[in-house]
T-cell receptor
Framework: DTAVSQTPKYLVTQMGNDKSIKCEQN?????MYWYKQDSKKFLKIMFS???????INETVPNRFSPKSPDKAHLNLHINSLELGDSAVYFC???????????????FGEGSRLTVL | GIQVEQSPPDLILQEGANSTLRCNFS?????LQWFHQNPWGQLINLFY???GTKQNGRLSATTVATERYSLLYISSSQTTDSGVYFC???????????????FGKGTHLIIQP
C-alpha cells in the first residue's frame, strides 16, 4: 500500500490551461506539504497544511492554490499555466515534531508537469 | 532563511568504495534529515538526525549541531546507491510553529560497477 500517493504522475499541457494534482496519505499524519523540484533538482517548499489549516505559504504566485478537504488529502490547483511552472511537484506528509514524534518527512512519487 | 550547503556537488566512485557527504547549515536547527533520490526520482528518508550518530546498514550519519554540520557515510558502495543525496534542516519553535524543511542542493553520486 502506497503511503503517500499522487495523481497524475505525468501531466503535459498547454500554456494558459488550468490543472490540478491530487495527493492522499494513509499514514495518519497531521501535516501535508507541497514541494517543487526544478530542472536543477532543487527542492523548495511551497505550502504546508496542518490538520486542514494552512501553516506555511511560501512566496508562490497566487495562480497556485492548495486545498485540503481533510487531513489525509492535499490538492494543488494551478491556474493559467506558464512555461516556468514545468517541474516535478512532490507531495509529502509528516507528524508535527514533538517530544514523541520525529517529524520525519515521507514523499509521494512526484508529478512531472510539462507546460508547452 | 537558513542556508544549507552540501559538498561535494558531484561524486563518482567505483563499487566497493567508501564516501563521506557533508552538509553545512547557517543557523541552529532542531530537525535535520537526509534523503536519497534514486535515478527514478523517488525520495526516500534515510535518517532523522538533529544531533548524534545513527547507523542503518552500510549507511551512517553524524550531526554536530553546535558546529552546524552533518555527515553522511556510505561504506562499500553499490550501484544501487547512485542518485542524489539531500540534506534538509528545519527550525521548530517552542510554540509549535516551524519553518518547513529547507533542502540543500544535493550531492549527485554515481557508483560505477
Amino acid at each position: 500500500d502506497t503511503a503517500v500517493s499522487q495523481t497524475p504522475k505525468y501531466l503535459v499541457t498547454q500554456m494558459g490551461n488550468d490543472k490540478s494534482i491530487k495527493c492522499e496519505q494513509n499514514l495518519g499524519h497531521d501535516t501535508m506539504y507541497w514541494y517543487k523540484q526544478d530542472s536543477k533538482k532543487f527542492l523548495k517548499i511551497m505550502f504546508s497544511y496542518n490538520n486542514k489549516e494552512l501553516i506555511i505559504n511560501e512566496t508562490v504566485p497566487n495562480r497556485f492554490s492548495p486545498k485540503s478537504p481533510d487531513k489525509a488529502h492535499l490538492n494543488l490547483h494551478i491556474n493559467s499555466l506558464e512555461l516556468g511552472d514545468s517541474a516535478v511537484y512532490f507531495c509529502a506528509s509528516s507528524q508535527p515534531r514533538t517530544s514523541s514524534n520525529t517529524g520525519e518527512l515521507f514523499f509521494g512519487e512526484g508529478s512531472r508537469l510539462t507546460v508547452l | 532563511g537558513i542556508q544549507v550547503e552540501q559538498s561535494p556537488p558531484d561524486l563518482i566512485l567505483q563499487e566497493g568504495a567508501n564516501s563521506t557527504l557533508r552538509c553545512n547549515f547557517s543557523d541552529s536547527v532542531n530537525n535535520l534529515q537526509w534523503f536519497h533520490q534514486n535515478p527514478w526520482g523517488q525520495l526516500i528518508n534515510l535518517f532523522y538526525i538533529p544531533s548524534g550518530t545513527k547507523q542503518n546498514g552500510r549507511l551512517s550519519a553524524t550531526t554536530v549541531a553546535t558546529e552546524r554540520y552533518s555527515l553522511l557515510y556510505i561504506s562499500s558502495s553499490q550501484t544501487t546507491d547512485s542518485g542524489v543525496y539531500f540534506c534538509a534542516v528545519e527550525r521548530v519553535y517552542s510554540g509549535g510553529g516551524a519553518d518547513g524543511l529547507t533542502f540543500g542542493k544535493g550531492t549527485h553520486l554515481i557508483i560505477q560497477p
